[in-house]
């Protein structure tokens, strides 16, 4: 747990200290600092509760190239985000922004049974699910809803799709 923590704290850190132009607006450097560490508090949190690991874009792109045999979760909302660009080879499954504490088929694309169908029978399977950006919550419900589910190696990839576009890595789309 430990190791995930820490790497949560270095992804935040990373995000933070890479757009220096930020800077230029709004509040001063101690005011965006407080700001950086809620973040990083906020989703230190979320991996606690979740109980899941994360893992980087660039680790994932690897994966993908060397064929790793693993299942990749797009939780977006399919007309409006999914239809239009996702990573290859990403399924589908809708999850709602606000924590998810109770399983509502009304605010994800259906039910336990439909997400585990989607993710299959092999509970060690590596699964990883992303949503847009680091502050999107809706990947932390699918990796916690798939943890609670009994899959034991899911991660979370916290930069999402906005992370892949801006290392400028392939694409697709269902549209």
């Known amino acids: 747990m430990k190791r ?3 790497f949560a704290v270095l992804v935040m850190a990373t995000v933070a200290f890479a757009s220096p ?9 101690f005011e965006q600092e407080l700001e950086k560490e809620a973040a990083v508090v906020t989703y230190v949190g979320e991996i606690e509760r979740g109980d899941y690991k994360t893992v980087d874009t660039p680790t994932v792109k690897k994966w993908i190239d060397e064929g790793k045999d693993f299942v990749i979760v797009d ?3 399919f007309k409006d ?23 509502d088929a009304a605010e994800t694309s259906g039910s336990q049974e439909d997400f585990e169908k989607l993710l299959g029978p ?15 919550t809706r990947s932390h419900n699918g990796a916690m809803w798939a943890r609670k589910m009994g899959y034991t190696d899911v991660y979370r990839l916290p930069g999402g ?15």
């Open 81 to 103: 985000s999914y239809a239009k660009e996702h990573i290859p080879g990403a399924l589908n499954f809708v999850f709602p922004i606000p924590e998810m504490t109770e399983w």
């Open 75 to 77: 939780t977006m909302p």
């Open 21 to 29: 132009a930020f800077a230029l607006f709004g509040n001063d450097k």
């Open 161 to 175: 799709i906005f992370a892949w576009k801006g290392a400028e890595y392939p694409i697709e789309s269902a549209e």
């Open 122 to 136: 092999d509970k060690d399977k590596t699964i990883v699910i992303y949503c847009g950006f680091v502050k999107c």
């Open 4 to 6: 995930i923590v820490t």
